[in-house]
Nanobody
Framework: QVQLVESGGGSVQAGDSLRLSCAPSGRTFSSYVMGWFRQAPGKEREFVAG????????LYGDSVKGRFTISRDNAKNTLNLQMNSLKPEDTAVYYC?????????????????WGQGTQVTVSS
């Protein structure tokens, strides 16, 4: 059974940084894309970033380009999201997701597995 467990959320001030991690388990992910989405209250779930687990192709959502970095920690087998220069509009629940494909997609319905989410709150 696939499990995605997020960690690293919290409350910070505008301009601060946070690092989220996702620990995937339950199968090998060599043919998967791993991604981060976020959902703010009253808004639709938004694509943040995606990474091909093998091969390293990466895609970012427009709102986070230049500020967020997605990466894989091979030693720990985790997916990470380094978030710098955080803004109040980054406040949301952040979800780790896995897609059984080598193609990075940005729509929620393209992903097969989801974590339970971790809250990120950025105050001004």
């Amino acid at each position: 059974q696939v499990q995605l467990v997020e960690s690293g959320g919290g409350s910070v001030q505008a301009g601060d940084s946070l690092r989220l991690s996702c620990a995937p388990s339950g199968r090998t992910f060599s043919s998967y894309v791993m991604g981060w989405f976020r959902q703010a209250p009253g808004k639709e779930r938004e694509f943040v970033a995606g990474l091909r687990w093998i091969g390293g192709a990466i895609l970012y959502g427009d709102s986070v380009k230049g500020r967020f970095t997605i990466s894989r920690d091979n030693a720990k087998n985790t997916l990470n999201l380094q978030m710098n220069s955080l803004k109040p509009e980054d406040t949301a629940v952040y979800y780790c997701a896995a897609r059984a494909s080598l193609l990075i997609r940005t729509m929620e319905y393209d992903y097969n597995y989801w974590g339970q989410g971790t809250q990120v709150t950025v105050s001004s």
